[in-house]
């Protein structure tokens, strides 16, 4: 079973800055890529960054530039820091992490995290 826990959202002004974190653990045998995503009030859910586990990322394009994505294999965890942030930001922010089993042949695990909320004030 793998779990993945967030932390780091909350309240904050626009233009201000927020680090989000998110931690796997569980039984798996290693993680493949990671991502955020955030689901707006009567919005659907849109992915904002991605990232591998060698490094690669993508960003949607609103946050380019503002947001960065990074990860730590040692940990497995992913971060995001989020500066300049606007009121458009404002949603619910999730972590997902696509893994692979440890049975043999390895098996893919699609896990989600809880969710955490980040609003931007205006």
């Known amino acids: 079973q793998v779990q993945l826990v967030e932390s780091g959202g909350g309240l904050v002004q626009a233009g201000g800055s927020l680090r989000l974190s998110c931690a796997a653990s569980?039984?798996?045998?290693?993680?493949?890529?990671m991502a955020w995503y955030r689901q707006a009030p009567g919005k659907q859910r849109e992915l904002v960054s991605t990232?591998?586990?060698?490094?690669?990322?993508n960003y949607k394009d609103s946050v380019k530039g503002r947001f960065t994505i990074s990860i730590d294999n040692a940990k497995n965890t992913v971060y995001l820091q989020m500066n300049s942030l606007k009121p458009e930001d404002t949603a619910v922010y999730y972590c997902?992490?696509?893994?692979?089993?440890?049975?043999?042949?390895?098996?893919?695990?699609?896990?989600w995290g809880q969710g955490t909320l980040v609003t931007v004030s205006s």
């Open positions: 997902h992490a696509d893994m692979s089993s440890r049975s043999f042949p390895p098996s893919p695990i699609d896990a």
């Open positions: 569980g039984t798996f045998l290693e993680i493949n890529a």
């Open positions: 990232i591998t586990n060698s490094g690669n990322t």
